[in-house]
């Protein structure tokens, strides 16, 4: 239930926001000759309404990242999805709580550079070992370049339905320990 409940608050965040965001594009689209003060000179710009200032103002714009290759995916990418030997590999009791191979610490490398052009408040991220690496590696600016952006690890948005060692985390002490 308690699931379901976030789920359905995700849902209404996301969908309010992009109501807010659809009233944004539909005013700017309806802004026409009328609507807009003109100078002498031709140069015209649109009238701001109280709503629209109001709405542009409470918008926020959500930037979901999956996380980077763990050595689970290296090791079941090597088999076709669904068969004995894919599924015998995310099986594999090594890749409990599994961490970032070689390559998904080079695409969180990536990930630093194009963090570096955006603008965020907060950092939600899940309590396994390789979405908590993707996010302090991915997004090492959260302390002085952002002003203190906090990372928050939140237990209802990690993957719930893994019946896989990969999707299981470790203790919360063991964890608060590596980050």
């Known amino acids: 239930v308690a699931v379901w409940d976030s789920m359905r608050l995700v849902c209404h965040c996301l969908l309010l926001s992009l109501l807010a965001c659809l009233s944004l594009q539909q005013a700017s689209d309806e802004d026409s000759l009328d609507q807009r003060t003109c100078s002498e000179g031709g140069a015209c710009s649109p009238i ?34 669904g ?52 996010a302090t590696l991915g997004f090492p600016a959260d302390g002085e370049a952002k002003g203190g952006v906090p990372m928050v690890a939140v237990e209802s948005i990690r993957e719930r339905f893994g019946r896989n060692p990969c999707d299981s985390r470790r203790a919360k002490d063991k964890l608060e320990a590596d980050f």
Request: with cysteine; net charge positive; aromatic share 8%.
């Open 48 to 81: 701001r309404t109280p709503l629209r200032s109001f709405v542009a103002s409470r918008t926020k714009t959500l930037h979901f990242v999956r996380h980077a290759e763990g050595y689970h995916n290296e090791a079941s990418h090597k088999f076709e999805r």
């Open 83 to 134: 068969s004995p030997e894919y599924i015998h590999a995310l099986k594999d009791p090594t890749h409990f709580d599994a961490r970032l191979n070689t390559v998904g610490k080079q695409q969180c490398e990536a990930l630093a550079k194009e963090a570096e052009k955006l603008t965020y408040d907060l950092i939600l991220v899940s309590p396994l070992t390789r979405t908590l690496e993707t």
